[in-house]
């Protein structure tokens, strides 16, 4: 005889979720008409659930993208060029019939996923060391990818059925009932040739279509480190820190990856000159020294929370990921000289220095975050929402000030 289940647990549920498996749970209903509400009863779970591992629509889409692009096999890069954009063409048309709805879905998020963006810099790669200039590769990646978007799209769309005095009619089969071309791939085949030929001119193979010559390209110079960590900002601005990725990068600034690892390492390299920079925005903003204990701490927290609120993913980085910038060293010396100076023991200075910052990190995690308590409660009694930095600037003051009580001697 089975025994029944603990109580208080439902049988069958999944005990935890991921940003994969509510990405997944969208991909089984379908891109086309998704909403939020759906998935999270897909899943059974609260509308409010769904928050913690996808901040709206826009994000469910870009969940849904990343993972069924990261589960799709793609050409190898290994290829001539025109084979290789022929075969990314095939295979993105593959893609969106088996995800209807993802065509569009792709042009609504607000960024394309880390997936695309290291496929992309991978087959960038590969046409220049076919002799193609980086943007004119970088442009025939793209073009193919929305050629052939736009197609799908327009092929779907006159293959929907509406009623006539016939009966359920296609609009192909309404407007354009001669022309074939919808049965397959519209003009993509045809504009996916012309485009090729147009490439091959510019590269001046035998038997291209002659065309005036391009005009000469720069080499792209190696970018420097600040530029590296400036793109890296960028994209974690964007899309987050994980997004940031050595390709994203070289991406990003259209540059060779082997490039921007001679310049900053692997991805921690990368992570790590752009929490520099952060540190740098924050030694540039920070007041003078001040000789008074209290205003000392809050000056460097304050500029601290305004300078990281640009600048979100650095707490995750900080915090989750261990990483640390030294250029923030002379910072953490004046938060630690004026404790001392206040009064707080040595052994509890430490103690009293992470308290602030917790409190910091945990400021600007809530002000970045769409669907804070506070933003909902303020919206409930239509109170403009709790933020900026007045709000912010006396929570700061409340915990130095509870600091400085508690432990000043």
Known sequence: MAQAPPPGRRPGRPPSLTRDGVARAALELGVAQLSMPV?????????STLYRYVHD???????ALDLAMREFTWPRRDQPWRELLTSFADAVWRFLTRYPGM?????????????????????????CAEGMSRRDAMIAVNFTAELTVAAEIGVRRTRRLIESARGSR?????????????????????????????????LGEPGATTSPAPAPVRETAEPTRDEVAGAGRRIARCLGLPAVSVHAVAHELGADVNAVRRVAGDRDGVVVAML?????????????PTPEP???????ATTGYTVLAADPWAVIALAVDGLASPAVMPLAERVFVAFHKAGVPDESVGHANR?????VYGTVLNQSAAGTFARRVAMSVDLPPPTGPTRSTLGIEIVVDGLLAHLAT
């Open 276 to 288: 520099d920079a952060v540190a740098a925005d924050a030694s540039a903003a920070v007041p003078d």
């Open 39 to 47: 998935v999270a009863r897909r899943l059974e779970v609260g509308h």
């Open 170 to 202: 296609s609009l192909q089969e309404l407007y354009a009932p001669a022309d074939d071309r919808m049965d397959r791939r519209g003009w993509l085949d045809d504009k996916l040739a012309i485009m090729l030929d147009g490439l091959a001119s510019r």
């Open 355 to 359: 308290i602030l910052w917790g409190h």
């Open 57 to 63: 629509r826009d994000d469910l889409l870009l969940a």
């Open 294 to 300: 209290r205003d000392e701490l809050l000056a460097v």
């Open 103 to 127: 065509g569009e879905a792709s042009q609504a998020v607000p960024a394309l996923p880390p997936t695309a963006l290291e496929m992309g810099a991978d087959y960038v790669s590969r046409l």
